[in-house]
């Protein structure tokens, strides 16, 4: 068997739409929606990415697109945040209550982490797509840290 050696999808840059708008069609027909296209904006967004999950990021991006757009085009409001590159600030972390003798920051990050997790899951009345935006993480990742902290 002879490998096939394709470029990195950042390489193909003009490959982007054709393969964004394949799943697109793959998953209106999958959910049953009607989405006829996907915003200029939408698409500068798509198209600046660096993809380092190549074609199966784009497909998880689109899946996750389709599902959450509720207008007839994707909108950037519908990516990830990572691709809209609109990422929220985080609040400066205090470090001047650092105890002299130390303490266990892996398990004190732990703890924030969870956190944020149980108030996001609040605030989203326990929706994982709605607590992942409000997180500016994917849909698996928060149902990976919502069973990892036991918080259903």
Same mark, same amino acid.
Not at 17 to 34: T, V
């Given at each position: 068997?002879?490998?096939?050696? *394709?470029?990195?999808? &950042? +390489?193909?840059?003009?490959? /982007?739409?054709?393969?964004? +708008?394949? @799943?697109?069609? %793959?998953?209106?027909?999958?959910?049953?929606? =009607?989405?006829?296209?996907?915003?200029? +904006?939408?698409? +500068? &967004?798509?198209?600046?990415? !660096?993809?380092?999950?190549?074609? &199966? !990021?784009? !497909?998880?991006?689109?899946?996750?697109?389709?599902?959450?757009?509720?207008?007839?085009?994707?909108? #950037? =409001?519908?990516? #990830?945040?990572?691709?809209?590159?609109?990422? #929220? &600030?985080? #609040?400066?972390?205090?470090? =001047?209550?650092?105890?002299?003798?130390? @303490?266990? *920051?892996?398990?004190?990050?732990?703890? /924030? !982490?969870?956190?944020?997790?149980?108030e996001a899951? %609040?605030?989203?009345?326990?929706?994982?797509? %709605?607590?992942?935006?409000?997180?500016?993480?994917?849909f698996r990742q928060v149902?990976?840290?919502?069973?990892?902290?036991? *918080?259903?």
């Amino acid at each position: 068997m002879i490998p096939i050696s *394709l470029p990195p999808l &950042r +390489e193909r840059r003009e490959d /982007i739409s054709l393969i964004a +708008e394949h @799943f697109l069609a %793959k998953y209106n027909e999958q959910m049953g929606k =009607d989405i006829v296209g996907i915003s200029h +904006e939408a698409m +500068e &967004r798509l198209q600046q990415h !660096e993809w380092p999950g190549n074609i &199966r !990021e784009l !497909e998880n991006v689109m899946e996750r697109a389709v599902a959450l757009e509720p207008t007839p085009s994707i909108l #950037p =409001d519908s990516l #990830p945040t990572s691709i809209r590159g609109d990422a #929220p &600030r985080v #609040p400066a972390a205090n470090v =001047d209550g650092l105890p002299e003798s130390g @303490f266990d *920051l892996e398990a004190h990050v732990k703890e /924030i !982490e969870r956190g944020y997790i149980a108030e996001a899951l %609040k605030r989203a009345g326990g929706n994982l797509t %709605k607590a992942g935006r409000l997180l500016g993480l994917e849909f698996r990742q928060v149902r990976y840290l919502v069973k990892k902290y036991n *918080l259903r």
